[in-house]
């Protein structure tokens, strides 16, 4: 039988934590199981970004440098990133959610690179009958090394642009017979992604005789993607990044942690929105934003939700519970027994801070008031106050 991907921790320091995706052999140990090295990091800056939709524009950029930075220090400890020459490194930017990214300033800052290059590519996904198509991708900038390490950002949904890219980058490498070695994809993204991958590592290993390895860098999660069957009143399908386990999502333990600084943090619509617009289109992402909120006040007043069940539909407490019908809540050592399954390598301090941060939020008192029927509207009128501040 097929065994679940876990999250194992590779590295650890005051500034980031790299996760690898790995799957438990027959003695109990965690052994990579793809030809893709799948990691998830974690760091202030990338938690902060995902969890606060209002940060926008430099600011929003500034966080993903910072936080990525941080995250490839960690992560050239178990892949030696660094010792590649600057020379032969080209960021492949998909655009325009690729900018986000600023891999051009995060392998400066982390590895020392000065030499690196950049190639660019338009990308607009649009929807086509039930699926996924392209659409705005004539414009083409490349210049790239010979023997080159390619790295590559963008938001991932589908995986429709990602998939596209590639396609171009392979003709690209293939007529101008460039031997490609490596190449790493750093995504706020959902498991989609990894098939793909895969289909490509197979492919680049077959068309270039000195590839070495598929590095996909997740940032935070590998979050659950909307579906028609997903149980939400308000979302876009094939659109919004979910944080529920319930759905598939799998979060690195600091993110979820972060979850509880704010009650408002897992209700939002999704992970990240509108990459794009929260860099170039400030006001229609927040525009954007109230416009949920309004769909989520409609439903509130319609519906009489209760803040508790709304929650949980997003950011499922139950771990946190022995029996979460009968209300009667867990330990440390229930969230510790129930994660096992999930997380790998973390102590028994880690799940006793979890779970001390996720009672600071969640009090007897406010899980009382959150149960009320209808309790949901007053989150959504703070909400809806606090946007139009803004605009």
Known sequence: MDTPDILCLRFKNEAASVYELARLDETGQPRRHTTVHRYLVSSNGTRNLLNFPEILNRNF???????????FIGLDRLEELSSISSKSVNVFHILRGGLNFRLVHVLRAAFGYKWHSSSFVSSQRIQIGEGFGINEDAYRKFVVP??????????VATGASIDSALGYLSRYLLENRIDLRNFVFVTIGCQEIEPILTLWD???RSQFPGYERTILVYLEGRFAMAQATTPLATKLIGTDLLRSHALGALLTPEFEYSQFEKLIIPLEACVIYDGGKKSFEPIHHLEEIRGYWRRQ????????????DEYNRRLPLDDYFVDPAREVLGSAATLEQRRRQRWWGLSAADYDRLFRRFRWLWTDERLKWARKPGSFITVCDKKLIYLDSHL
């Open 61 to 71: 950029t500034d966080e993903m440098t910072k936080g990525l930075t941080y995250a």
């Open 146 to 155: 010979a023997n080159p390490t390619i790295y590559s950002g963008d938001i």
């Open 202 to 204: 197979e492919r680049f």
């Open 297 to 308: 006040r409609e439903y509130a007043e319609q519906s009489g939700v209760s803040l508790w």
